[in-house]
């Protein structure tokens, strides 16, 4: 079986998902502190339609991957170790935007994120203790930012249940709260790390497609 090489886009669509669940997270978490809850639940609900777009991009790729094993056997377990993965992130992503569109409590997919993230750690883990790329580091360190994303997901989405969109819909709230939160300043610092981890996510996608990426354009299969 030929080879198909479509790590560029598999690079491209991690990227766009970064950069939109970044701007979505900062949008509906700006029109909530502003006290703006249907600003924020619609700025929720678009930013939940892009993903689940990408999600369904991204799983396209991965069932294809996972039915085919394109990458041929020489290379080792590389479709276990990518194709994986990215099932596991569309699942999540497209179980986001579900839940979302249909009012429904978000935390279920943040629960799933948070597992898959760890699954996720432990595939970089243990794909650069045995080198498993020609940029061992850099996979590993991809796949870590990735994992803290899906981790953090969890407080991201009962923020989202119990004070974004709660207040308008209290059927989404995990247990009954009052519209903004107890201790603010917790929520801050867990938004804040869940924000910093997408970034960190998106920034080692691009230095992933600068370092391998490109490698694959100059010898395509």
């Known amino acids: 079986m030929t080879f198909i090489d479509d790590l560029t886009l598999v690079l491209d669509l991690l ?17 909530a502190r502003r006290r703006d809850t249907e600003r924020a639940v619609s700025h929720l609900q678009g930013g939940a339609a892009i993903l689940g777009l990408l999600g369904l991009g ?7 991957g996972e039915t085919t094993w394109p990458i041929p056997p020489s290379f080792g377990g590389y479709d276990l170790f990518f194709f994986d993965a990215l099932f596991l992130l569309a699942l999540v992503l497209i179980a986001f935007a579900v839940l979302v569109w249909r009012g429904l409590p978000t935390h279920f997919a943040g629960i799933v994120a948070l597992v898959a993230g760890s699954g996720i750690i432990y595939y970089g883990a243990r794909g650069y203790l045995v080198g498993l790329t020609l940029e061992p580091l850099e996979t590993f360190l991809m796949y870590l930012a990735f994992g803290a994303v899906g981790i953090l997901a969890l407080p991201a ?6 004070f974004v969109v709660g207040p308008v819909n209290p059927k ?10 107890d201790y603010p300043w917790v ?28 490698a694959h354009l100059a010898s395509p299969p």
Do not use: H, K, N, Q
């Open 58 to 64: 991204v799983g396209i790729i991965a069932v294809w």
């Open 157 to 162: 989405t009962l923020y989202l249940d119990w």
């Open 15 to 31: 990227i766009l998902v970064t950069v939109a669940v970044f701007y979505t997270g900062f949008c509906v978490w700006f029109e």
């Open 187 to 214: 929520w801050r610092l867990l938004l804040g790390l869940f924000l910093l981890a997408v970034v960190l996510a998106g920034v080692a996608a691009v230095i992933y497609g600068f370092t391998s990426a490109w």
């Open 172 to 181: 989404a709230s995990p247990l009954p709260s009052g519209p903004t939160p």
